[in-house]
């Protein structure tokens, strides 16, 4: 079974697709993945492999980690694009992501102040006004909307409580505006027997009427990259996930294609 990518607290740097040269802080345990949403295609694998026995870093773990990494970087002259929030799952589930956002943007101004800091969420938890108040404040708020339709959503990302749905998601995203960059992931493919597909005509007009509502700073649109823990799945070619930019783009909207 496909399991966890991610052993340590602050790991990397990585070079990223969408962000460069990234260093990644995860927010879950290192030996486990605790997230909200179950995703065919998470790097990461499934919910089911367990939460591990490590348990969740503290803000203060965070903090040294992070603050011991970034002064050998800087000594040694090394580059650095963005920090990321990402790892084994879904980093505003750590009821101290606020505080530790705060640790990391003074981390960040104090070694390294021209790189960005991005956070990967999956947007669950945008109904708490201090994961709200957190994203506001970092320079790549990237926020997930795979499907615009909600069994197709709820195919893809398997979300672990009922209540999550598109229209809920679209209306969280609407509090951002600009301030917000949507993240979509293209695929098509098989699961428990059952077709999905989010590049059909119809699935790609309602995301561009969702992207429309939102008014996001702008749109990165990807396709799979790395092993899913879902086999039967279809990376999108070059090609297609270009032409599936250029029709977001014709909607006024900025996209960034991620082949």
Do not use: W
Request: proline residues 4%; aromatic residues 6%; neutral net charge.
């Amino acid at each position: 079974m496909q399991t966890v990518l991610f052993h340590e607290t602050v790991f990397g740097p990585i070079h990223s697709r969408r962000l460069g040269v990234s260093l990644g802080i995860n927010l879950m345990p290192n030996d486990g993945k605790i997230c909200s949403f179950d995703c065919i295609y998470c790097e990461a694998g499934y919910n089911a492999q367990g939460a591990g026995k490590s348990g969740i870093p503290s803000r203060e773990a965070v903090k040294k980690s992070l603050n011991r990494k970034l002064k050998t970087m800087a000594e040694a002259g090394e580059q650095l694009d963005v920090i990321t929030f990402s790892g084994n799952g879904e980093p505003t589930l750590h009821p101290q992501f606020k505080d530790i956002v705060h640790d990391v943007l003074l981390l960040r101004d104090r070694y390294f102040p021209s790189v960005k800091v991005s956070v990967l969420s999956n947007s669950t938890m945008l109904n708490k006004a201090t994961v709200v108040e957190a994203l506001k404040k970092v320079d790549n708020n990237i926020l997930k909307l795979d499907s615009a339709i909600a069994p197709t959503m709820r195919a893809i990302n398997q979300p672990t409580s009922n209540g999550v749905l598109p229209e809920g998601v679209i209306a969280d995203l609407k509090k951002f505006g600009d301030k917000c960059i949507v993240q979509t992931m293209f695929l098509r493919g098989e699961h428990n027997g059952k077709k999905i597909d989010n590049t059909t005509d119809t699935e790609i007009e309602a995301l561009i009427e969702a992207y429309k509502e939102i008014s996001p700073k702008e749109v990165m649109i990807y396709s799979i990259d790395r092993k899913t823990p879902e086999e039967n799945l279809e990376k999108i070619t070059k090609e297609e996930l270009a032409a599936i930019g250029k029709r977001i783009e014709t909607a006024g909207i900025k996209v960034q294609v991620n082949a």
